[in-house]
């Protein structure tokens, strides 16, 4: 199961592909460690590339939107 991040954290993944030295909050990097994303390499932060895939198709891992119910036409 691949567990959704929020907005902020995937602004923190983007901000270290970017830059492996980038200043994100701890409990981001925390997350993104545990969820085998980023790694630390020789005391540089790397992504794996399970967290490339994650940028790259970052569109499949949103949080699904809540379903609207149709709307009911009155004759």
Known sequence: MVT???PAELTSLQKLAKAPDADIPAE???QLTRLGLIMD???VTKLTSVGAERL???HRYRQPMRRLKPATHFP
């Open 28 to 30: 981001h990097r925390d």
């Open 56 to 58: 790259r198709d970052k």
């Open 4 to 6: 959704a991040l929020s």
């Open 41 to 43: 390499v020789l005391g």
